[in-house]
């Protein structure tokens, strides 16, 4: 059974830096693009970051990019995203998620191309 188990999420004030984590189990996780989504009070889940199963490939969202980053650490079968500067508009529940690919430079924004999705931890930022 797949399992993607996210951690980090919690209550900050405006401009502070969070981590997000994802940790996979039952995955070959080695072979699987990762993938943020999240989903803000009253709106529908968004795209925020990938990365490819290489590493090599990684997308962020252009509205976020000067202050997120994604990595990953397929040693230990995590992705991670760290997010700096907050702002109450990144107040959402954060999703990861996962799909098992051939390519090593795949990844993709849309969120029906993923297979398998974490429960989403809850970043709340306060002004």
């Known amino acids: 059974q797949v399992q993607l188990v996210e951690s980090g999420g919690r209550l900050v004030q405006a401009g502070v830096s969070l981590g997000l984590s994802c940790t996979a189990s039952?995955?070959?996780?080695?072979?699987?693009?990762v993938a943020w989504f999240r989903q803000g009070p009253g709106k529908g889940r968004e795209f925020v970051a990938a990365?490819?199963?290489?590493?090599?490939?990684?997308k962020i969202q252009d509205s976020v990019k000067d202050r997120f980053t994604v990595s990953r650490d397929n040693a230990k079968n995590t992705v991670y995203l760290q997010m700096n500067s907050l702002e109450p508009a990144d107040t959402a529940v954060y999703f990861c998620?996962?799909?098992?690919?051939?390519?090593?430079?795949?990844?993709?924004?849309?969120?029906?191309?993923?297979?398998?999705w974490g429960q989403g931890p809850q970043v709340t930022v306060s002004s």
């Open positions: 998620a996962a799909r098992l690919v051939v390519s090593r430079t795949w990844y993709s924004r849309i969120e029906n191309d993923y297979v398998y």
């Open positions: 990365s490819s199963w290489g590493g090599q490939t990684t």
């Open positions: 039952g995955l070959a996780f080695n072979s699987a693009a």
